[in-house]
């Protein structure tokens, strides 16, 4: 398994508009990637209800995974970079 | 959530025919309870714009940015039994949310934990009456 773990950096931490943008980007990607917080429940990168049980705010580290591959280790750097951007400046 | 969601601000028979009148409504009763400003509404309607706030499950969570209208912490649930077209999702849950500061993620973390177990999410959906309501939210 693949891993990347990130501290979120939009102000308003992954929620809402974020959210929604991360969301997104991870339903394009069709590799699957799971999100976590620390050691807690791993939920799936394209579920808007379960990223947003994570309770993620600005500067909490998420770990990224997915399967080992060249598609997945794809997939993890476009998530991470995205989380790594402030999603919530206009042109995010 | 208990300190937040109160029985007034429970409305199980409600009708709209766009998204646009579903959240002004949710913007209305959180204004009626005192919990938001009336300028809230329109944040509400412009949040709503500028990305669906549908989040699954036939739930959406209408909010709006503008924290200087909020007066307390405070949620609204809205049900629409005639649904609701969501920019191409049915929606029939409305779960407006007015929150200072950063309490509103702690709060749709909460939400999300209950909407992401399908049978709680049903229940919800389904409430026969107002106490089914706060029985599963608070």
Redesign the interface.
């Known amino acids: 398994m693949a891993e990347r773990t990130v501290a979120v950096a939009a102000q308003a931490?992954l929620?809402?508009?974020p959210a929604?943008l991360f969301v997104q980007a991870a339903m394009k990607l069709g590799v699957p990637v799971k999100i976590r917080v620390g050691s807690g429940k791993e939920?799936p990168a394209n579920?808007?209800?379960?990223v947003?049980?994570?309770?993620?705010?600005q500067g909490t580290e998420v770990t990224l995974s997915a399967a080992d591959g060249p598609d997945g280790e794809a997939a993890l750097d476009a998530l991470a970079a995205l989380l790594a951007r402030d999603l919530d400046a206009a042109d995010a | 959530m208990r300190e937040v969601l109160e029985a007034r601000a429970v409305h199980l028979h409600e009708k709209a025919a766009t998204r646009e009148e579903a959240v002004a409504r949710c913007g209305e009763v959180l204004v009626e309870i005192g919990a938001v400003a009336a300028p809230y509404v329109e944040a509400m309607l412009e949040?709503e714009r500028?990305?669906?706030?549908?989040?699954?499950?036939g739930v959406a969570i209408p909010?709006g940015m503008s924290k200087e209208h909020v007066l307390r912490d405070a949620i609204c649930v809205l049900r629409f039994p005639g649904g609701i077209d969501w920019d191409g999702e049915p929606v029939t849950l409305c779960i407006g949310i007015a929150a200072k500061g950063?309490g509103?993620?702690?709060l749709?973390?909460e939400?999300?934990?209950i909407?992401?177990d399908p049978d709680r999410a049903r229940t919800l959906r389904e409430a026969p009456d107002v106490e089914a309501v706060m029985k599963e939210l608070t």
Do not use: C, N, P, Q
């Open positions: 931490g929620h809402a508009r929604k939920v579920s808007m209800l379960g947003l049980s994570l309770g993620a705010v | 949040r500028s990305i669906s706030t549908y989040v699954g499950e909010h950063d509103h993620v702690a749709l973390a939400l999300a934990e909407l992401l």
